[in-house]
C-alpha cells in the first residue's frame, strides 16, 4: 500500500465515468440534436478568455462576474477567466473572425464545461455542463421561437415531462429606460434595508427576484416591465408567443422573471424543473440586441440559450427516466490459452474495424473469472476460444441473454457475429 496522500476532485465539481459517463454522453448529444436538425453548426470555444469580455459581456453587476468568476493572471500577467457562460465568446468569436458578414443569421451550438465559484450543493456545481445554441444577426419573432422550440424537443426527446416553460419580455432600449426609472421611483419608496436599496440602484429588476417574504410583500404591486412595454417589444413578444401556441409549446408568462445575466432584451425565457428542489433551473436563455454592438461588433441582434446537462440528468432521474446509452461493449472475448489469445487479438481488431465493439478477457484470469466479466461488460455475445478449438478451426459463440452456445467455423466469425447482433 502506498502512504502518498490521495487527491479528490475539486469542491462542487462532478466526474462522470463508465457507466453513468454513457448516460452523461447520450443526454448531452439528445439535447444537441434538435440544434443540428435545425441547422446549427457545431462551434468549440476556447475555456479561457479575456477577463474583460466577460467583464463587459456579461455585466460587471452580476453576480456570475462580481462574485463566481475563475480569474487568474497567466504567466505572460494577462488577466484570463475560465469561461463561467457561452454567450461572450460565441459573440468574441463571431466578430473576430468576420462570421456575421456572411449570411444572416449565423446559427451556432456548443457544447462543454463553464466554471463559477458557487456554493455547492446538490445541482449547483462549479463546473458545470451546458448544451448552448445562438443565432445572431436577425431580429425575427420565428426564430425566437425556433430556439425556444429546440430547447423544448431537447427535453421531451429524452423523455422528460415534468417542466415548464417561464417566459417574459424585458423589453428594448425604447421603453426599458423609462420603466427602469418608473421600478426605481416604486422601489425608492420603500422601506428597504440598505443592501437592498443598493441593488435597486444598480439593477432595480433583481430587486424583483428577491426570495425573502417581506420584499416579495412590499413589492407585489411594483409596476412590471410587460405592462410597460413599447409598440414595437409588445407586437414583437405576441409574435414569439403566437408561433410557441402554433408549434404546440407550452409556456407560462411570468412578468416577475428575473435572470442572472445582464445581456438580455425582449424575449427572455427559463425551463424549471420541480422535482430539483432550489436549483430548478434547467435551461434558460433569451435576446440580447445590444451584446454585439457592446462588444465592438456590427449592430446586430442575437437570440439563444443554455441548458445545464447536469441538471438535465437530475431531472431525469427525478422523473425515473433512465436514458440509457449504449453498453460498454456488444462482443467479450475469453482466450483459454495463451494460442487462444493471439488469435482472439486478432479477431477482436477484425470486428471492430467492421464496427462491432468488442472487449477481451486480458490477464488470464482462468474461464470462471473471465465468464463473469463477460455477463459483467453488457455484451450480448461471448465468444470463447480453446487451443482445441484453434486446432479444429471453431470457436464457440455464447449468447450471454439465454445462456444457449455454439460452435461456429474460424473463418466466419465476422459474418455470423455482425447477423447476430443485427
Ligand atoms: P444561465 O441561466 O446562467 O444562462 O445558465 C444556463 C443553465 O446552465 C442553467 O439553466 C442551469 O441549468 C445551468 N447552470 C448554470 N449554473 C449552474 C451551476 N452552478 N451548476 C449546474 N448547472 C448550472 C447562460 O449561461 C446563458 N449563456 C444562456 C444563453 C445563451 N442566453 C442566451 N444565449
Known amino acids: 500500500m502506498s502512504s502518498a496522500a490521495r487527491f479528490s476532485a475539486p469542491k462542487g465539481v462532478p466526474d462522470y465515468y463508465p457507466p453513468a459517463s454513457a448516460e452523461f454522453l447520450a443526454v448531452r448529444d439528445g439535447l444537441t440534436r434538435a440544434a443540428r436538425l435545425a441547422g446549427y453548426g457545431h462551434i468549440e470555444l476556447p475555456i479561457f478568455e479575456d477577463t474583460a469580455l466577460f467583464a463587459r459581456g456579461v455585466g460587471e453587476s452580476t453576480d456570475v462576474v462580481s462574485k463566481e468568476m475563475y480569474t487568474f493572471a497567466d504567466r505572460g500577467d494577462r488577466s484570463v477567466t475560465l469561461r463561467p457562460e457561452g454567450t461572450a465568446g460565441v459573440m468574441r468569436s463571431v466578430i473576430e473572425h468576420g462570421l456575421d458578414r456572411g449570411q444572416l443569421p449565423v446559427k451556432l451550438s456548443y457544447a462543454g464545461p463553464f466554471f463559477r465559484y458557487e456554493r455547492p450543493q446538490a445541482g449547483r456545481y462549479r463546473q458545470l455542463q451546458q448544451v448552448g445554441v445562438e443565432a445572431i444577426g436577425v431580429d425575427d419573432p420565428a426564430l425566437d421561437a425556433e430556439v425556444i422550440a429546440i430547447a423544448d424537443e431537447g427535453f421531451r426527446s429524452l423523455g422528460l415531462t415534468g417542466f415548464r416553460l417561464d417566459i417574459t419580455s424585458l423589453g428594448d432600449e425604447t421603453c ?37 417574504t417581506e420584499v416579495q410583500g412590499m413589492t407585489a404591486d411594483a409596476p412590471l416591465m410587460l405592462d410597460h412595454l413599447s409598440e414595437s417589444a409588445r407586437t414583437h413578444f405576441d409574435a414569439v408567443l403566437g408561433h410557441l401556441d402554433r408549434l404546440g409549446v407550452p409556456y407560462t408568462v411570468n412578468p416577475r422573471m428575473v435572470r442572472g445575466l445582464d445581456y438580455y432584451t425582449k424575449t427572455t425565457f427559463e425551463f424549471v424543473h420541480d422535482g430539483l428542489g432550489a436549483q430548478s433551473g434547467i435551461g434558460g436563455g433569451g435576446r440580447y440586441d445590444g451584446l454585439m454592438a457592446q462588444l465592438g461588433g456590427q449592430e446586430l441582434s442575437g437570440i439563444g440559450f443554455g441548458i445545464g446537462v447536469d441538471r438535465t440528468i437530475l431531472a431525469l432521474q427525478a422523473e425515473g427516466i433512465e436514458v440509457a446509452g449504449p453498453a460498454r461493449c456488444e ?12 488469435e482472439l487479438v486478432q479477431i477482436a481488431a477484425k470486428l471492430r474495424a467492421a464496427g462491432i465493439r468488442v472487449d477481451l478477457a486480458y490477464g488470464g484470469r482462468g474461464v470462471k473469472g473471465a465468464m463473469k466479466a463477460a455477463d459483467r461488460s453488457g455484451a450480448r455475445l461471448a465468444l470463447v476460444l480453446g487451443d482445441r478449438d484453434l486446432e479444429a478451426g471453431v470457436i464457440g459463440l455464447k449468447n450471454l441473454a439465454n445462456g444457449e452456445q455454439r460452435e461456429i467455423p474460424l473463418n466466419d466469425v465476422v459474418a455470423v457475429v455482425g447477423a447476430g447482433l443485427a
Open 331 to 342: 462482443v467479450y472475448g475469453v482466450p483459454l490459452g495463451d494460442a487462444a489469445m493471439a
Open 176 to 212: 426599458r429606460p423609462q420603466y427602469r426609472e418608473l421600478l426605481q421611483q416604486f422601489l425608492f419608496g420603500l422601506p428597504l434595508d440598505e443592501a437592498t436599496r443598493a441593488r435597486a440602484e444598480i439593477n432595480p429588476l433583481r430587486v424583483l427576484d428577491d426570495k425573502r
